[in-house]
């Protein structure tokens, strides 16, 4: 196949390949974003798969070969990176046998689980302040109820109850997620 008949990117690469390094300003502008996208996707950190990617693309193009579109090409060289970077992020078992708590702070790997923490934050901001204020002590402080009533100035019948009707706000609005 003619050099004529690939795709732009193709062509730019080919151009990259043999020398013409000004050709690959214009390849980085016109796929930086793709990578992000796909890095995001598949949970790794955006910024740095797209630079790790065009770096690898630049360090193998003397050994470039259109078997296929660029784009492709570039994409299985971004997705192996996100797939390397995040199997060098799962978590760690300390001596004890217990997880690194610093591994638990990487980003989920599955857009789906990701996806739900997001609906679950929004839903939890849209409640009244005192219930939002009572799940964030209880659920993301990790506080007992005793110590969210002590916290909030509450008896603690107060403060379960406070929580029962946030859980039910949370679950009508999760509901509502779900049926949309």
Do not use: W
Request: charged share 35%; net charge positive; glycine share 4%.
């Amino acid at each position: 196949m003619i050099a004529a008949a690939y795709d732009l990117d193709t062509r730019l690469m080919l151009g990259v390949r043999d020398g013409d390094t000004a050709a690959f300003e214009p390849l980085l502008q016109r796929n930086y974003g793709r990578v992000m996208k796909l890095a995001r996707r598949m949970g790794a950190e955006p910024e740095d798969a797209a630079q790790e990617t065009f770096l690898r693309v630049y360090q193998a193009r003397d050994r470039y070969e259109p078997r296929r579109r660029f784009n492709a090409y570039l994409m299985r060289i971004a997705a192996n990176h996100c797939i390397s970077s995040q199997r060098r992020r799962r978590p760690h078992l300390t001596e004890r046998g217990e997880v690194d708590p610093i591994t638990l702070e990487q980003p989920v790997a599955s857009l789906l689980d990701r996806e739900l923490k997001d609906r679950v934050r929004a839903a939890v901001d849209r409640l009244p302040a005192r219930q939002r204020a009572a799940v964030r002590l209880r659920r993301f402080e990790g506080l007992s109820q005793e110590q969210v009533a002590e916290r909030l100035g509450l008896s603690v019948a107060a403060a379960k109850s406070l929580l029962h009707r946030a859980r039910q706000g949370l679950k009508d609005m999760l509901e509502t997620f779900e049926a949309g």
